[in-house]
């Protein structure tokens, strides 16, 4: 099925560690977002891509590294987590008929 | 900058009750509007959209009215199932810009029997 796929779905740190949150997407899309999601705050953008070798920054990108050298994949990265990056992380892309979200990653930072 | 504000949740309603959900938006360009639902465990899905004042979105019963005189896009269905609990999240995107979102906080919305 064509969509948005993230791994992995659920993940336990120490703090100090690092991890990337794969997100991959077959649908030819170039637009690709990283968001998370905490109570009460809605959604907020971390860093997006319009496209291979181009990122850019959102919101809350403090504490988290992007790349995008495909245009398949978008992975997030986090060089020394910290209990404050405990979150749901929602990968994003967006093509002609709008946004298709993946299923989250719900990290925990202990 | 552009914000989103939705009704604080949760909202519990008995089934086929009339569900309104308040959203409003303040926007330093021209947005596109949406809905969407986010089911427990589950990703966001779009429940539906409006581009331009005026536009009326609808899906699964649900409709969405882009006011730009009370810069708002209320959410309401006339009467809810037990299916339809939920998150709903209200976002706008600037016409033009590098397709950015931004969220409400979200809405939690409990049908009971």
């Not at chain 1, 949150?21 to 953008?45: F, I, K, T, V």
């Not at chain 1, 790349?67 to 978008?74: L, M």
């Not at chain 2, 969405?64 to 309401?76: D, I, P």
């Amino acid at each position: 099925n064509a969509g948005v796929t993230q791994t992995p779905k659920f993940q336990v740190l120490k703090t100090g560690q690092s991890m990337t949150l794969q997100c991959a997407q077959d649908m030819n899309h170039e637009y690709m977002s990283w968001y998370r999601q905490d109570p009460g705050m809605g959604l907020r953008l971390i860093h997006y891509s319009v496209g291979a070798g181009i990122t850019d920054q959102g919101e809350v990108p403090n504490g988290y590294n992007v790349s995008r050298s495909t245009t398949e994949d978008f992975p997030l990265r986090l060089l020394s987590a910290a209990p404050s990056q405990t979150s749901v992380y929602f990968c994003a892309s967006r093509g002609p008929r709008g946004y298709t979200f993946g299923s989250g990653t719900r990290l925990t930072v202990v | 900058g552009n914000s989103v504000t939705q009704m604080e949740g949760p909202v519990t309603l008995s089934e086929e009750a009339f569900l309104t959900i308040n959203c409003t938006y303040t926007a330093t360009g021209y947005p596109s509007l949406f809905w969407y639902v986010q089911y427990p465990g589950e990703g966001l899905q779009l429940l539906l959209k409006a581009t331009k004042a005026d536009d009326k979105g609808s899906n699964k019963g649900f409709e969405a009215t882009y006011r730009k005189e009370t810069t708002s896009f209320h959410l309401e269905k006339g009467s809810v199932q037990v299916s339809d609990s939920a998150v709903y999240f209200c976002a706008l995107v600037i016409t033009g810009t590098a397709s950015k979102l931004t969220f409400g906080t979200g809405t939690r919305l409990q049908v009971t029997l």
